[in-house]
C-alpha cells in the first residue's frame, strides 16, 4: 500500500505539472472570447452556401480557440442566436481539436514520438469526422436534433437581455475595467471547471499507469488488439473526460498502444466524454446524444483502424 | 454560498495548484517530475495561476459587467463550489504528502525494470561512435583505466551488432541506481543497474536496466540509491535473450546526479 501510495503521487504530480499550463492558456483565452467576442461575429463569417457554411464552421476552432468545456455554452449562445446547427455542432465538435493550443500540446507531447503525424492526423480526422457530422444534422429536422425548450427559445425569438454564460461583448456599454474583470471571473470559472475535471482524469490514469487501477492489466492486455486497442482506448477517453489541450499528455504515456489507437483517444475524447454527455444535454435531445455517441464510435474507431494498417503497410 | 465566498475559495484553489507548480520549480524538486522542455512553461504557468488567483481573490466583492437583472452570478462554476474544491484539492494534498520524488519497485517493474533491451520500446538518437578511437576520443577514462559511458548507451548497444562487438569486453564505468535482480540469479550474484528515460514527464518514463555480475555476494549498496560500478562488459545470452551485462571490479555509492533521468533528444 505505501508503494501505491508513492507511485499514485508520483504520476498524478507529474501529470498535473505537465497539464495545468496548458489548461491555463486555453481558459484564458477562452475567458477573453467570452468577454470581447460578439458571439455575431462567427455567423458573419460563414458562407450562405449550406456545405460550404458547415466546412468554414469545421475550421473555425482555429480561429476562435476553444475547448470541449467551453464549447458548449457557447454554441448554445450562438444557435440562439441563429447560428444554424448544422455549423454549430460541427463547430462544437471540431473546436477543441482545431485549435492551436491543442495542436501545440499535441506536438510538445508526442516530440520523438511521430509528432508531425499525430498532430497532423489528429487535427485532419477531427475536422473530417466534425464536418460529416454537420452534414448529416444539416439534413434532419430540429426537433430531432435540439432540446424543445430551445427550439421554442428559437420560436419566439427570445433574446435574454445580457444573459447566460456564453454572453458576449455585445450585453452594452461595459468600460474595459468590467470587461477585464469579466474576462478574469471567466477564466477562473473555465480553469476550476476543466481543472476538477481534469484532476478526476489525472487521478484515473495515475493509478491505471502505475498498474493501480484493477483494469489497468486488461488495458494492457488489449494494447496489441487491432480493433479492441482503439475501442478501450475511445472507452478510457470517454470515462477520463480530459481536457483537449491536455490528454495528448496521458495519451502519449499508453506506450503499450498502437498510434492509430492514440489517435482513437485523441480524437473521440473531446468529442464526447462523460462531461460532455452531460454539458450536451442543454442543447441537446437525449435520443440525438446516444445516436451521436455511436456515431462517433464507430466512425472514428473505423478510421483509426484503417489509419494504423495504412501506416503499418507504409512505414 | 454566496458569489462572493465561492469565488473566494476558487481563487484560493488555483493558488494552491500556483504555488505547488511554484515551489517545485524553485526547489528543483521539478527536475524528477518534468523533462527540461517543460520546467519553464511549468513555471510560466505557476505564475499565470498565481495573477489568475490573486486578480479574482483581490477583486472577489466587485461587481462585474456581466451582472444580470435576476442577480445570478456569471462567475460561478458548473459544479457545486465544493465539489470543485475537493476535487482540485484532494488528490493533490494526497499527491504532496506522499509523493517521494521516485517509483517503487514495483511501478519500475511495469516500466521496463526487468525487460530485455531487444524488447524495449525505447528509441533515442543517441548512438555511440564506432571506432574505438572515437570512442575514447569522446568518453573520459576514469583513473583505472575504465572508459565512462551513460547507462543508456550500454543498454542500447545492444541492440546493435557494431556496438556490441567494439564493448565487447571493454572496461567501462557508469552511474545508475542498483536494485535486486529478479530473473535468473540463483546464486544471487547478480544485481540491476537501471535509470529512467523521460520524454516528457514522469508518468511516460520507461527504465534502461543493465545486469551487473559480482561472481559473489554483492557488496551492502542501499537499494535503489545512486552507485557508480566499473568492470568489464559483455553480452551474453541470459534467458535465451541477449542482454548487457557488467561483470564488476567495483561499485560504490554515490550521490544523485544533477539530472536523474535521460532525457529525449
Same mark, same amino acid.
Given at each position: 500500500m505505501p508503494d501505491a501510495r508513492q507511485d499514485f503521487a508520483f504520476a498524478f504530480l507529474s501529470l498535473l505539472f505537465e497539464g495545468a499550463p496548458f489548461i491555463l492558456l486555453g481558459?484564458?483565452?477562452?475567458?477573453?472570447?467570452?468577454?470581447?467576442?460578439?458571439?455575431?461575429?462567427?455567423?458573419?463569417?460563414?458562407?450562405?452556401?449550406?456545405?460550404?457554411?458547415v466546412l468554414v464552421a469545421g475550421l473555425l476552432g482555429a480561429i476562435f480557440p476553444v475547448c470541449e468545456c467551453a464549447v458548449v455554452p457557447v454554441i448554445r449562445r450562438l444557435v440562439k442566436k441563429g447560428l444554424p446547427v448544422s455549423c454549430a455542432l460541427t463547430y462544437m465538435l471540431a473546436a477543441p481539436i482545431l485549435n492551436p493550443i491543442t495542436a501545440l500540446s499535441t506536438w510538445k507531447a508526442f516530440e520523438g514520438q511521430d509528432a508531425g503525424l499525430m498532430t497532423a492526423s489528429r487535427l485532419l480526422l477531427g475536422f473530417f469526422v466534425a464536418v460529416g457530422v454537420g452534414l448529416i444534422v444539416s439534413r434532419m429536422p430540429l426537433a430531432a436534433v435540439l432540446k424543445r425548450k430551445l427550439i421554442d427559445d428559437l420560436d419566439h425569438s427570445h433574446e435574454p437581455t445580457c444573459c447566460g454564460s456564453s454572453c458576449g461583448s455585445d450585453c452594452g456599454d461595459h468600460s474595459s475595467d468590467t470587461k477585464l474583470l469579466s474576462a478574469f471571473r471567466s477564466a477562473l470559472r473555465d480553469f476550476v471547471d476543466v481543472g476538477a475535471y481534469f484532476a478526476i482524469g489525472v487521478t484515473l490514469t495515475a493509478l491505471f499507469?502505475?498498474?493501480?487501477?484493477?483494469?489497468?492489466?486488461?488495458?494492457?492486455?488489449?494494447?496489441?488488439?487491432?480493433?479492441?486497442?482503439?475501442?478501450?482506448?475511445?472507452?478510457?477517453?470517454?470515462?477520463?473526460?480530459?481536457?483537449?489541450?491536455?490528454?495528448?499528455?496521458?495519451?502519449?504515456?499508453?506506450?503499450?498502444?498502437?498510434?492509430?489507437?492514440?489517435?482513437?483517444?485523441?480524437?473521440?475524447?473531446?468529442?464526447?466524454?462523460?462531461?460532455?454527455?452531460?454539458?450536451?444535454?442543454?442543447?441537446?435531445?437525449r435520443r440525438f446524444i446516444v445516436l451521436l455517441a455511436l456515431g462517433l464510435f464507430v466512425s472514428i474507431g473505423g478510421l483509426s483502424i484503417l489509419w494504423q494498417l495504412w501506416f503499418s503497410a507504409h512505414p | 454560498m454566496s458569489p462572493k465566498l465561492s469565488r473566494i475559495l476558487l481563487s484560493l484553489a488555483v493558488l494552491s495548484w500556483s504555488v505547488t507548480l511554484l515551489y517545485f520549480h524553485t526547489s528543483g524538486r521539478i527536475t524528477r517530475y518534468l523533462a527540461p522542455d517543460f520546467r519553464l512553461i511549468c513555471l510560466i504557468g505557476g %505564475?499565470?495561476? /498565481?495573477?489568475?488567483?490573486?486578480?479574482? %481573490?483581490?477583486? /472577489?466583492?466587485?461587481?462585474?459587467?456581466?451582472?444580470?437583472?435576476?442577480?445570478?452570478?456569471?462567475?460561478?462554476?458548473?459544479?457545486?463550489?465544493?465539489v470543485v474544491l475537493l476535487l482540485m484539492l484532494v488528490p493533490l494534498g494526497l499527491s504532496l504528502a506522499w509523493s517521494k520524488d521516485a517509483y517503487s519497485s514495483g511501478a519500475l517493474a511495469r516500466k521496463g525494470l526487468y525487460e530485455t533491451p531487444s524488447r524495449s520500446q525505447i528509441t533515442t538518437t543517441a548512438a555511440l561512435p564506432i571506432t574505438r578511437e572515437d570512442l575514447e576520443k569522446s568518453h573520459r577514462k576514469t583513473a583505472d583505466g575504465s572508459l565512462e559511458f551513460d547507462l543508456i548507451e550500454l543498454f542500447l548497444a545492444t541492440g546493435d551488432r557494431d556496438q556490441q562487438r567494439l564493448l565487447d569486453g571493454m572496461k567501462v564505468a557508469t552511474l545508475g541506481r542498483i536494485v535486486d535482480e529478479r530473473d535468473h540469479n540463483a546464486a544471487g550474484t547478480r544485481k540491476r543497474l537501471y535509470r529512467l528515460f523521460m520524454t516528457c514527464c514522469a508518468a511516460d518514463s520507461r527504465a534502461i536496466p543493465i545486469i551487473l555480475e559480482f561472481g559473489k555476494t554483492p557488496p551492502p549498496l542501499p537499494d535503489n540509491g545512486w552507485v557508480r560500478v566499473s568492470g568489464t562488459l559483455g553480452f551474453p545470452i541470459v534467458g535465451g535473450v541477449m542482454q548487457p551485462v557488467l561483470t564488476v571490479d567495483q561499485a560504490s555509492a554515490v550521490t544523485a546526479p544533477a539530472e536523474e533521468s535521460f532525457q529525449r533528444r
Open positions: 481558459t484564458l483565452i477562452s475567458g477573453l472570447l467570452d468577454v470581447y467576442l460578439p458571439s455575431g461575429a462567427m455567423d458573419r463569417l460563414l458562407p450562405k452556401n449550406r456545405i460550404g457554411a499507469n502505475t498498474g493501480i487501477a484493477p483494469g489497468a492489466v486488461w488495458l494492457d492486455d488489449v494494447a496489441r488488439h487491432p480493433v479492441g486497442a482503439p475501442m478501450a482506448l475511445m472507452a478510457l477517453a470517454y470515462i477520463l473526460s480530459l481536457c483537449s489541450t491536455s490528454d495528448a499528455f496521458i495519451a502519449a504515456t499508453l506506450h503499450s498502444f498502437s498510434n492509430g489507437a492514440k489517435l482513437a483517444f485523441l480524437v473521440f475524447g473531446p468529442m464526447l466524454d462523460v462531461k460532455l454527455t452531460f454539458l450536451y444535454q442543454t442543447v441537446l435531445r | %505564475l499565470g495561476l /498565481a495573477v489568475l488567483g490573486i486578480f479574482n %481573490l483581490v477583486m /472577489a466583492g466587485d461587481q462585474d459587467g456581466h451582472a444580470c437583472e435576476d442577480g445570478h452570478d456569471h462567475g460561478s462554476s458548473d459544479l457545486p463550489t465544493t
